[in-house]
């Protein structure tokens, strides 16, 4: 997470490029990255630790199955069995990443593979480890895609940049060739067409790495 020279967009600049506009109605697949090892969090497999009663996972999948998206994708990896049956009844559809162990550029690789269809307008990518991300705030970032104020997108709070993100299929080229254990910010920091959206949500800077951060996230 970090500052940066991003242009920057509130809910009241977003709005206002809504108003009196006939924005797009774009197809946005939400992708859940849920392939890593969890290798801070020690030997047990953080996504399935509970929060509130449920694992991790189930808490960032909804988010997004709950926000307006065309479609949910988990990419898992890492204890994929159990990290799909801990997905039971939750409206989205997994995917397998093999190479899950070589870093999460492969995971956004599998995602853009499976997704990157000429259907799709944009993806959003929420990591599995993030629980406290409001639906309301992946809503903000497709107003603010629809709105055309980026191509790439990415949730902030307080002057930091967070998650989730947002491509066009612009993008997509670029993030398939991404290399090692980084998501897209590569993709995001040099594109020409970037922002940052301010959202009231301290969620998109609180992930989970260790048992530490899971409690006080309790």
């Keep these: 997470m970090s500052s940066d020279d991003f242009p920057r967009y509130g809910p009241e600049a977003v709005a206002d490029a809504l108003e009196g506009t006939d924005p797009l109605e774009p197809t946005i697949v939400g992708v859940v990255l849920a392939g890593g090892t969890s290798s801070r969090f020690g030997s047990a497999n953080k996504l399935l630790a509970e929060l509130d009663g ?22 898992l990896g890492y204890e994929a069995g159990a990290v799909r049956a801990a997905l039971s009844g939750i409206d989205a559809r997994t995917v397998y990443n093999p190479d899950y162990e070589e870093g999460l550029s492969t995971s956004v690789e599998k995602a853009i593979r499976v997704v990157g269809t000429p259907e799709t307008d944009a993806v959003m990518f929420l990591p599995g480890d993030m629980p406290a991300v409001g639906s309301s705030t992946v809503e903000l970032l497709v107003n603010a895609y629809r709105a055309e104020l980026g191509t790439a997108l990415a949730a902030a709070f307080d002057g930091h940049r967070g998650n989730p993100v947002l491509f066009d299929r612009r993008h997509f080229d670029a993030l398939l060739e991404v290399t090692g254990d980084v998501g897209g910010l590569p993709v995001l920091s040099q594109s020409d067409d970037n922002a940052r959206i301010e959202t009231n949500d301290p969620g998109v800077l609180r992930d989970i790495n260790t048992t530490t951060d899971l409690r006080h996230r309790g």
């Design 54 to 75: 449920e694992p991790l996972i189930r808490h960032a999948t909804r988010t997004l199955v709950d926000a307006p998206l065309s479609d949910v994708v988990v990419v």
